[in-house]
């Protein structure tokens, strides 16, 4: 079946610093990829997606790139922020009714 | 900017009693979903929902779980005979007709005791 799976946490570095998450996944087909963000106390909120290979969504300054080749879709930051703390999910969606399948969540801790 | 409305936001029950957790999904989406989220694990899906009929359950779902949109606005997650490990939070989400993403509501913390 499918899955996904991300490294465990918690990461904890600098403001300024750099930032990756991998995330690599098994699934049959071509399935769309996400991650989503979960700040303190708040629901899940999309961050960026791709839905082919060698697509590379971004957003707030975050990027990530599917790679068919390595089944990956490891999430970078170049300089983050304190407010860049939060848990982040990486998820595959592989069905026509959208269902999303999850890693176990990053949660990452920047310090002043 | 429109958003999934989940409530309560926190319920306590007591084990073998039936609760209801309410969602009001974006007006204009067609696909509804339920998952939860054991404390410290992953985000597990449960159910989804499509023209008025569960289109995928998981594992999970089983007989004492249900779901119903009855009124065409709200979308609720009904568990019949709660036990200890239900203890979850329980997140709504809906997608549009092209399913481009899906919105996920702020969750409904479940405890069982």
């Known amino acids: 079946g499918n899955s996904v799976t991300q490294m465990e946490g918690p990461v904890t570095l600098s403001e300024e610093a750099f930032l990756t998450i991998n995330c690599t996944y098994t699934?049959?087909?071509?399935?769309?990829l996400f991650w989503y963000v979960q700040y303190p106390g708040e629901g899940l909120q999309l961050l960026l997606k791709?839905?082919?290979?060698?697509d590379k969504g971004s957003n707030k300054g975050f990027e990530a790139t599917y790679r068919k080749e390595t089944t990956s879709f490891h999430l970078e930051k170049g300089s983050v922020q304190v407010s860049d703390s939060a848990v982040y999910f990486c998820?595959?969606?592989?069905?026509?009714?959208?269902?999303?399948?999850f890693g176990a969540g990053t949660q990452v801790v920047v310090t002043p | 900017e429109p958003e999934v409305t989940q409530t309560p936001s926190h319920q306590v029950t007591q084990m073998g009693q039936e609760v209801i957790l309410r969602c009001v999904p974006i007006?204009?989406?067609?696909?509804f979903y339920w998952y939860r989220q054991i404390l410290g694990q992953k985000v597990e899906f449960l159910v989804s929902?499509?023209?008025?009929?569960?289109?995928?359950k998981s594992e999970i779902f089983d007989d004492q779980f249900s779901v119903e949109r009855p009124d065409g606005s709200n979308f609720t997650l009904k568990i019949r005979s709660t036990k200890l490990e239900d203890s979850a939070m329980y997140f709504c989400?809906?997608?549009?007709?092209?399913?481009?993403?899906?919105?996920f509501g702020q969750g409904t913390r479940l405890t069982v005791v």
């Open positions: 929902f499509y023209n008025n009929e569960i289109s995928e």
């Open positions: 998820a595959l969606s592989d069905n026509s009714w959208g269902k999303l399948q």
């Open positions: 007006s204009n989406h067609l696909y």
């Open positions: 989400a809906s997608s549009d007709p092209l399913l481009t993403e899906a919105f």
């Open positions: 699934a049959t087909g071509y399935p769309s």
């Open positions: 791709a839905t082919k290979a060698d």
